[in-house]
T-cell receptor, first 115, second 114 residues
Framework: DAGVIQSPRHEVTEMGQEVTLRCKPI?????LFWYRQTMMRGLELLIY????????DSGMPEDRFSAKMPNASFSTLKIQPSEPRDSAVYFC?????????????FGPGTRLTVL | AQSVTQLGSHVSVSEGALVLLRCNYS??????LFWYVQYPNQGLQLLLK??????LVKGINGFEAEFKKSETSFHLTKPSAHMSDAAEYFC????????????FGPGTSLSVIP
């Protein structure tokens, strides 16, 4: 298996522009997580899907952020409009929800820089 | 609510020396506990986890951790540090109300000095 795939790996954009981050989870996994990592705040869970349904989006910082999971093999995280304080590494992770505490498999991340 | 604390945001050890990374958690139910490692410019990967049973858990790359309920701790150790162990280490606890969500600690950056 190729693991969790994220694209792009690096994104540089200007303030006010729309940014879309993409994630393909591991085939067969039914839980998907979006995290943001910064030096100041560490690793933050933004949103969590189970069977393509958003379960907990309490970590989404504000309305400028939105996430979708139209099917089991694809998810997007969109920022519109982007701001410099959104600069961070965004990770997608997936796991198999079988009623036990299962390992989360992380993608390589997308490094976002908003100028 | 659960929380995870990691004592020491930065730890430096000499190559060949003992590695000890501390983790304490709070949970009102028997916890599931994890250690993840993040190498530079990579995502996190699981080192080891405790669910039930034996309290000494062995993981990859020679790491192990011991669950001590009385101390609410899950410290990570490795007898002899290698240069390749330099990374960020995260302790995590399963969220009580969800089998999937975990609460991550702030992380400890490990440096290995030649």
């Amino acid at each position: 298996d190729a693991g969790v795939i994220q694209s792009p790996r690096h994104e540089v954009t200007e303030m006010g522009q729309e940014v879309t981050l993409r994630c393909k989870p591991i085939s067969g996994h039914n839980s998907l997580f979006w995290y943001r990592q910064t030096m100041m705040r560490g690793l933050e869970l933004l949103i969590y899907f189970n069977n393509n349904v958003p379960i907990d989006d309490s970590g989404m910082p504000e309305d400028r952020f939105s996430a979708k999971m139209p099917n089991a093999s694809f998810s997007t995280l969109k920022i519109q409009p982007s701001e410099p304080r959104d600069s961070a590494v965004y990770f997608c992770a997936s796991s198999l929800d079988s009623g036990r505490a299962n390992e989360q498999f992380f993608g390589p991340g997308t490094r976002l820089t908003v100028l | 609510a659960q929380s995870v604390t990691q004592l020491g945001s930065h730890v430096s050890v000499s190559e060949g020396a003992l590695v000890l990374l501390r983790c304490n958690y709070s949970s009102s139910v028997p916890p599931y506990l994890f250690w993840y490692v993040q190498y530079p410019n990579q995502g996190l990967q699981l080192l080891l986890k405790y669910t039930t049973g034996a309290t000494l858990v062995k993981g990859i790359n020679g790491f192990e951790a011991e669950f001590k309920k009385s101390e609410t701790s899950f410290h990570l150790t490795k007898p002899s540090a290698h240069m390749s162990d330099a990374a960020e280490y995260f302790c995590a606890v399963r969220k009580e109300t969800s089998y999937d969500k975990v609460i991550f600690g702030p992380g400890t950056s490990l440096s290995v000095i030649p």
